[in-house]
């Protein structure tokens, strides 16, 4: 029978176990271990059948052993030691408390995907389990930041697998009551409601999830209440689930929605208001037209109100490809905005934002990522090679400017280490290298012997061994009801193999089925006699995406033959409950994308926090982090001819390295059976890389190089009344206005007739500018080596001043509306032999400009 509507009952805990569910209500034990083993001590087979989640867990015990525990002095006394332990996380000075600054107040984070643990299941892949990780890292830091999400009904979906291996798809509901979520009410008790107001009189109404994660308020916005219709209600009902409007709806309120939920919060919390709003890809870029609004109110320009939301905003991009990137349909998004959706913004100023450059802006898409990067000053990608990947795609934004003076930055991504070391690892810092903290442990330390460590890694092993078994008997169960599951299932894996896993969302750049690109080939490594290796595979394809499905297909297919089904499993279901068994049970994390689309990988990052070493193109983090202790380098065939030559090249190199290399060393054993040569690198690994893999390290960089950037700015161009963002707004439209008419006139050099190193080459460059002031514009000589006559390479930047006055006519050396050109000189020193080459070009100059790229104007020589 299938009930009509379903809730959560909560337990009832005795009074001296209240401090149960005061851990259980803060997302703190998705990553705190001693708080797991208080859960897990009361009932340790249940612990685990409820997927670790305290929430489901609490619900299920028997209330006579719960009974039986209150009446437990040990263990009450435990209980109130972790209570205490959480308010002294939670209340005590950290990292970010001990920096000499003010700024930020607080960092508002907008994702369209958390991924914090399984238990929340609001995430498809890495963009959300990275979100997930930065307001974890941001917790144990204690920088000030407020997360904003929306909350899924249904999550991302279930993935299973049928027998002629096409991937099926479920969406299991959610209950909000059932989950570590309280909603957000204002002190009457009554719910914070939010009202987005759309086209054809609807309004859509969100209420607002809160969850504690850590010292972290993430706010979720959720429309499936009775104030909206039924179509309404529909809006949050599945991440990434429908396309166009459906979409669209979910990023209007991600955005606007967003930003007003934050204004709530910060109303009601007596939270500092945000100084710095980060936008985690483009898909909450509305939140900008939000705030634009909000200063309109307050009595500037559209113009104006852009300046001051420029400021304070960073953006980082995700997808080294422009069909990853959101657009929607222009009349559709006019639709919206004309609507009173964002009061005092005009409809055209809006679409202007999310134009594509060279697009007609009337036929152009709307698009997402652009409207992020024209709404924020402070720009990244997420690795360094990801960094150049961006500043060449979207360089259109700056024309005139050659790619590296793009003002788009990297921060390599990071990933939370205690979320995602193994609590084996954990063990064996604590008992043998005296800390708890796994990723500034000392390894390599003597007090720890490479036996020991062996041994933990295959206890390690053997846990996924389990896993896999238990996951694959319960798929079989629920695929053929009735029948009992074949008895090879519990023979699949082995703990004493070479074990390789590969697992990730499946588009077609990752490459899933590389490695059967020679089955024969494959065959032959699996069942090597001597130096046997074993796959694990996992991974979601998009229910849209027939493509990667038939990926899937291929691979389970192959994996079901009754020769290799013991030495290649296809995990269903992919998630983080499953990952945290996948990575520490694996010697070697395979990573295999077409060069450079993987932006930055991060589940090659957690295998390396649980001793694996990476086997991977050199791509996204592993390009900057590869060396010989911590894996193997798959050579990309970048200049193959085609696309099938490619993957054939980069295929064999797989094959080559994992058979001739891999496998090797993984079997030189010594005479206790351990492989020293290994383990010593496996060692160095988690010395010396795992600490630069860390989300610390990430959410430093994010503070230090973007957040307090913004918020300085923020605080600068709004000072005294937003005189900065009236001025800089008001010069920019004069400059723009301007521009068309400035130009380079004239350049002289002087005294290089024979150049020799250390001879100085002088300068006079007469600029037209036009009406605007000489300090207006900088002009600049660009300058490096020029081997061939259209390139300069390495190029150097010098400024030019301005002259006291112009030649032949002192007395208008200060009229700059004497049309006159204007007379820059300067001095370059040759520094370097060899082919040179030079240009002059001007460009704004402006104290409130970060870079010089950053209004798109320049007029170059020539
Ligand atoms: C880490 C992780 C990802 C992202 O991995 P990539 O290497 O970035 O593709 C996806 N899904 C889960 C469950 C993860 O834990």
Same mark, same amino acid.
């Given at each position: 029978m299938k009930p009509i509507r379903k809730f959560t009952v909560r337990a009832v805990v005795p009074a001296t176990l209240a401090p149960l569910e005061e851990l259980a209500g803060n997302l703190r034990w998705s990553w705190h271990e001693p708080t797991r083993r208080l859960f897990e001590h009361i009932d340790p087979e249940l612990w685990r059948s409820s997927h670790r989640d305290p929430v489901a867990f609490l619900g299920e015990v028997d209330p006579a052993r719960l009974d039986e525990l209150a009446a437990d002095a040990g263990y009450v006394a435990w209980a109130e030691r972790e209570r205490a332990e959480l308010q002294e996380y939670l209340s005590q000075p950290r990292w970010f408390q001990t920096? !000499?600054?003010? !700024? $930020?107040r607080t960092i508002a984070y907008f994702s369209p995907e958390f991924g914090i643990t399984a238990a929340l299941p609001q995430y498809s892949g890495g963009l959300g389990i990275l979100a997930g990780d930065h307001l974890k890292a941001a917790s144990d830091l204690g920088v000030p930041l407020v997360g904003v999400g929306l909350f899924y009904k249904a999550g991302y979906f279930a993935q299973a697998i049928g027998d002629d291996g096409w991937q099926q798809e479920r969406y299991p509901v959610l209950d909000p009551d059932g989950l570590p979520l309280s909603v957000l009410r204002r002190p009457d008790g009554a719910p914070v409601q939010l009202a987005l107001a759309l086209p054809e009189d609807r309004v859509l109404h969100a209420r607002v999830w809160k969850a504690s994660v850590g010292r972290i308020p993430l706010l979720l916005l959720d429309t499936?209440? $009775? !104030?909206?219709t039924d179509e309404l209600r529909s809006v949050t009902d599945r991440l990434y689930g429908g396309g166009g409007e459906h979409r669209l709806l979910q990023e209007l309120l991600l955005g606007i929605g967003g930003a007003r939920a934050v204004r709530a919060w910060t109303e009601l919390s007596g939270c500092p208001v945000p100084d710095v709003f980060h936008m985690n890809e483009g898909h909450a870029g509305f939140l900008g037209l939000e705030r634009i609004s909000t200063y309109i109110a307050e009595g500037l320009t559209f113009a104006e109100a852009l300046q001051v939301v420029r400021a304070g905003t960073v953006f980082t991009t995700h997808t080294p490809v422009p069909a990853g990137i959101d657009r929607f349909d222009r009349e559709l998004v006019e639709r919206y905005l004309s609507s009173s959706l964002l009061p005092g913004v005009d409809p055209a100023d809006a679409l202007a934002l999310g134009a594509e450059p060279g697009a007609d802006p009337e036929t152009s898409a709307f698009n997402m990522a652009v409207m992020g990067l024209r709404l924020a000053q402070h720009a990244n990608g997420v690795s360094k090679l990801h960094g150049e990947v961006s500043r060449r795609m979207f360089g259109d934004l700056w024309p005139g400017f050659d790619a590296a003076e793009v003002p788009i930055t990297s921060i390599t991504n990071g990933v939370h280490a205690p979320t995602w070391t193994d609590p084996a690892l954990l063990g064996l810092a604590e008992s043998r290298l005296g800390t708890g903290d796994t990723e500034h442990a000392d390894w390599l330390s003597g007090a720890l012997s490479d036996g020991e460590f062996w041994s933990v890694k295959r206890g390690m092993r053997l846990q996924l061994v389990e896993d896999a078994r238990r996951r694959l008997a319960e798929a079989w169960a629920v695929q053929h009801p009735g029948s009992p599951v074949p008895t090879w299932i519990s023979r699949?894996?082995? $703990?004493d193999t070479l074990t390789v896993g590969f697992a990730r969302r499946v588009p077609t750049y990752k490459r899933l089925t590389l490695m059967l690109h020679d089955p024969k080939r494959l065959t032959a490594i699996l069942t090597n006699a001597e130096r046997p290796v074993q796959l694990v595979i996992a991974g979601k394809s998009h229910p849209a995406d027939d493509e990667g499905k038939r990926l899937i297909q291929q691979l389970v297919q192959f994996a079901q033959q009754p020769e290799l089904r013991e030495r290649i499993v296809f995990l269903p279901d992919y998630d983080m409950g499953m990952a945290e068994m996948l990575y520490p049970g694996c010697d070697v994390w395979l990573n295999n994308p077409l060069r450079p689309l993987e932006a930055c990988g991060t589940s090659g990052m957690k295998a390396a926090m649980n001793g694996a070493l990476n086997l991977s193109i050199l791509d996204g983090w592993w390009a900057e982090y590869a060396g010989d202790d911590y894996g193997w380098v798959i050579p990309s065939a970048d200049a193959a001819g085609d696309a099938t030559e490619r993957d054939a090249l980069e295929a064999a190199a797989l094959y080559d390295l994992l058979e001739h290399r891999v496998a090797t060393r993984y079997y030189e054993r010594d005479g206790d059976g351990v492989p020293r040569e290994w383990v010593r690198r496996v060692r160095q690994t988690l010395a010396t890389l795992a600490p630069e893999l860390g989300a610390d390290r990430m959410v430093k960089q994010y503070v230090e190089e973007l957040y307090r950037p913004a918020a300085e700015h923020a605080a600068a161009v709004l000072a005294d009344n937003a005189r900065g963002a009236r001025e800089l707004a008001a010069w920019s439209a004069k400059v723009r206005q301007a521009w068309p008419g400035v130009q380079v006139v004239h350049v002289e050099s002087g005294g290089v007739e024979e150049p020799h190193v250390g001879d100085e080459l002088h300068l006079r460059a007469y600029v037209g500018l036009d009406g605007l002031a000489p300090d207006d514009v900088s002009v600049e000589v660009a300058y490096g080596r020029s081997h061939d006559g259209d390139t300069i390479d390495g190029v150097r930047h010098a400024v030019l001043t301005p002259a006291v006055s112009n030649p032949g006519s002192p007395e208008n050396a200060g009229d700059a509306t004497s049309g006159e050109p204007r007379l820059y000189t300067g001095t370059v020193v040759l520094d370097r032999a060899g082919a040179f080459g030079y240009t002059v070009r001007a460009v704004p100059r402006h104290p409130l400009l970060l870079s010089t790229a950053e209004l798109g104007l320049v007029a170059v020589a020539g």
């Open positions: 920096l !000499a600054t003010e !700024a $930020p499936d209440i $009775p !104030a909206n699949v894996l082995d $703990p």
